[in-house]
């Protein structure tokens, strides 16, 4: 799996655990709702600036998005 991937994978997680829908995240990070879209289907690489907006609304480090499944489990 490429970064790209576990980034999109990851995100849908995040965002999933937090109740919020794509719509919702987007305006609370200043971001579209199809480019959040095509992050989660993994269609864009994210810029680093959208990787923070989007981790702060989901209050996580920007790293936990872009971690591995071992790496994000050793960590609890």
Do not use: W
Request: aromatic content about 6%; hydrophobic content about 40%; overall charge positive.
């Amino acid at each position: 799996m490429d970064i790209r991937q576990r980034f999109a994978r990851n995100l849908r997680a995040a965002r999933e655990a937090k109740a919020l829908s794509q719509e919702a995240l987007a305006y609370e990070a200043g971001l579209d709702r199809t480019y959040i879209s095509s992050l989660e289907r993994g269609r864009y690489y994210a810029s680093l600036k959208a990787i923070e907006k989007i981790a702060k609304v989901l209050e996580l480090d920007p790293a936990d998005l872009l971690r591995k499944d071992d790496e994000g489990s050793r960590k609890q």
